[in-house]
């Protein structure tokens, strides 16, 4: 018997970045489901309920930032953790953070390895690792 | 007949009479050679009356005489600057005329003075005058409004500026109560505060962020309002006494124009700062996972190696995008013109941009007809410009859109066209005169897609610009847009 892998939620509107994230999340055993904006983002969170989400911060229609304040009003998925990776070339105003469930922050260009060290410290370690190929 | 001589005729008879009455009252009998004694004494009295008469006429046009020189001599002393003309009459007139003379100098010294005087204060009130209509005139070509109040908080000086900006007639304002002056009862607060204020020398000057609307638009003003404290001495010594200001000078300057600029940059600086850092993470990301052996076979590894030099070519074309507009408008630009076969530039756009196009299920088609166009240009440019014009298409079609490509020649006016056509979501009719402005961007495809507004600015210098051709852009929200340049034929440049 093996134990259910923790579900990630993976939003950005840039599908390379969308494809490596994903990939690089499941060869070390997680289970991805992707959304490629803000709005299709809150959807699925609310469906699928994921372990956590890793979004973009600016995207079309909605944004990351706005998507995790609307999550976190949403009793369904207010427990929700996010992982925010954000191409604008300063920080997020912590008062805006604060009305979220944004648990980090990551620079772009950022590093597969960095993120995967951060899903690992927040959702411990995936118990079966798993080498996907990608197609 | 004169009055001197009626006077005269006048004592000679009252002389006469008075003869004959003397000489009819003696007793003694006149001389007997003289016959009748009546007629001797009447006639004695008549030569007596005549020539009392004639000496008085003779007198008195002496005396008329002399008096008549002295009047000239006044004449001539009032009416001329001579003052050293002299005089003797007779008739015992000369002191008479020396206290008129020694009057008249006094009286000619004194006017001299108050002539003098009076041009003193001519001269001082032409200079005042020109002064303060160099000042006005100083005032007046200062663009930015000012406003000068007195103590009593009443409009001393103002420019036209001032008028036009807060809306007041300017004529019949000046000695008013500002408050009566002006609408704007922040502002008016602001002057009086800052007079009543001005006692501490720190709060002497400041500044204030103030905000108008004008002709329905809202404009934002810098306000600086500086107490006027005389010299700096006075002004500590007011301070200390804690005495108001004298006055308040107000300058207000519309930074409109500077706060809009300032916002542009930033979000410029912020947009380039996300294109530029969204290809090279992918880049970056994808680069790690090939080291760190994450792509397990050849396909994916091909896969990953397309993705890094797609997202390369992407980079470069937004480091090109601004460095050519910057070289362009500086005018530094190599324009390197040579024969361009546009079909097959066309053709080399579309296969770049096909990835793109490929990842978001959009069709890329050209349907120009297979003959040989050329264009005297410089290749890259006209390159650039092809590849901004598809980006943008691609970027603003929905998935499962398609994006055409077309060339059009047009032998009168020997001019070869080409447009780019999407089925995007189209172009709001007030944004398209503003299109092709430097990081002018629609504010309803903001949240559609990134971009740095700096695209259609570099097609537009490139093609007009660069090339002297044109560009034009035909839209209608919801439907699609099309984006055409057009370029001499290579035979008519």
């Known amino acids: 018997m093996t134990d259910k892998k923790p579900l990630i939620l ?29 709005e299709e983002g809150f959807d699925q969170a609310v ?89 | 007949m004169s009055f001197g001589k009626w006077l005269s005729l006048g004592v000679g008879l009252v002389a006469a009479v008075l003869t004959a009455v003397f000489l009819f009252l003696d007793p003694t009998p006149p001389l007997p050679i003289w016959g009748n004694g009546v007629s001797i004494r ?23 005489a002399e008096l008549r020189r002295l009047t000239c001599h006044v004449e001539v002393l009032t009416k001329s600057d001579v003052s050293d003309l002299t005089l003797e009459p007779g008739m015992g007139l000369a002191p008479l005329a020396l206290a008129v003379e020694q009057g008249m100098q006094h009286l000619r010294q004194r006017t001299q003075k108050l002539v003098s005087k009076r041009r003193e204060l001519e001269i001082q009130l032409r200079i005042a005058e020109a002064e303060r209509r160099h000042a006005e005139a100083v005032l007046n070509s200062i663009a930015d409004a000012v406003l000068v109040t007195d103590a009593f908080n009443e409009l001393a000086l103002a420019n036209k500026a001032a008028a036009s900006v807060l809306n007041f007639d300017l004529g019949f304002s000046r000695r008013r109560p500002i408050d009566e002056v002006l609408d704007d009862r922040a502002l008016v607060k602001l002057i009086k505060d800052t007079r009543e204020g001005a006692p501490s020398v720190a709060n002497l000057r400041r500044h204030v962020e103030h905000r108008l609307t004008r002709n329905g638009r809202e404009h ?17 010594a007011a301070a200390g006494d804690g005495h108001d200001a004298l006055g308040v000078v107000t300058v207000i300057r519309d930074v409109t124009r500077e706060r809009e600029i300032a916002e542009m940059k930033s979000d410029f600086v912020s947009s380039v700062s996300h294109e530029l850092r969204t290809p090279l993470s992918s880049i970056k990301a994808y680069v790690e996972m090939l080291v760190d052996g994450e792509a397990h076979d050849e396909q994916t590894r091909a896969e990953f190696y397309n993705i890094i030099q797609s997202e390369t070519n992407r980079l470069s074309r937004l480091i090109d995008n601004i460095l050519n507009i910057s070289r362009i408008e500086s005018g530094v630009v190599r324009v390197q013109r040579e024969q361009v076969s546009l079909p097959s530039l066309i053709r080399e756009a579309i296969d770049v941009m096909l990835p793109q196009a490929r990842a978001r299920n959009i069709e890329l088609k050209d349907v120009s007809a297979p003959v040989f166009f050329q264009v005297f240009a410089d290749k890259d440019m006209v390159y650039q410009a092809t590849l901004n014009l598809l980006g943008n298409a691609i970027k603003y079609t929905p998935k499962g859109g398609r994006v055409t490509t077309s060339i059009v020649v047009d032998e009168a006016a020997r001019v070869v066209r080409v447009s780019v056509q999407d089925t995007g979501v189209g172009i709001p009719p007030e944004d398209v005169p503003h ?32 090339h002297g051709g044109t560009m034009t852009v035909a839209s209608e929200p919801g439907k699609g847009s099309s984006f055409t340049y057009s370029l001499p034929l290579a035979d008519n440049i």
């Open chain 2, 42 to 64: 009447i006639g004695i009295a008549g030569v007596f009356g005549g020539l009392i008469g004639l000496a008085h006429w003779l007198v008195m046009s002496r005396f008329n």
């Open chain 2, 435 to 466: 299109l092709f402005e430097k990081f002018y961007r629609v504010h309803q495809h903001k949240k559609l897609a990134q971009g740095t507004g700096l695209g259609l600015n570099l097609v537009k210098q490139i093609i007009e610009t660069v």
């Open chain 2, 220 to 236: 934002v003003y810098d306000v600086t309002v500086a107490g006027i404290g005389g010299d700096a001495a006075d002004s500590e």
């Open chain 1, 47 to 135: 469906a699928n309920h994921p372990s956590l989400i890793i979004t973009d911060f600016q995207m079309p229609f909605m944004s990351g930032l706005e998507m995790c304040q609307r999550l976190k009003d949403d009793p369904r998925t207010t427990d929700v953790r996010a992982l925010m990776l954000t191409a604008r070339g300063f920080s997020l105003p912590q008062e805006a953070l604060d009305k979220t469930n944004i648990v980090n922050v990551l620079s772009k260009p950022f590093s597969p390895k960095e993120i995967l060290a951060r899903v690992q410290e927040l959702l411990g370690k995936a118990t079966a690792p798993v080498v996907r190929r990608a197609s």
């Open chain 1, 10 to 38: 993976v939003v950005d509107d840039e599908t390379h970045i969308l494809h490596v994230v994903s990939l690089k999340l499941r060869n070390a055993g997680y289970e991805v489901i992707t959304a490629e904006n803000g």
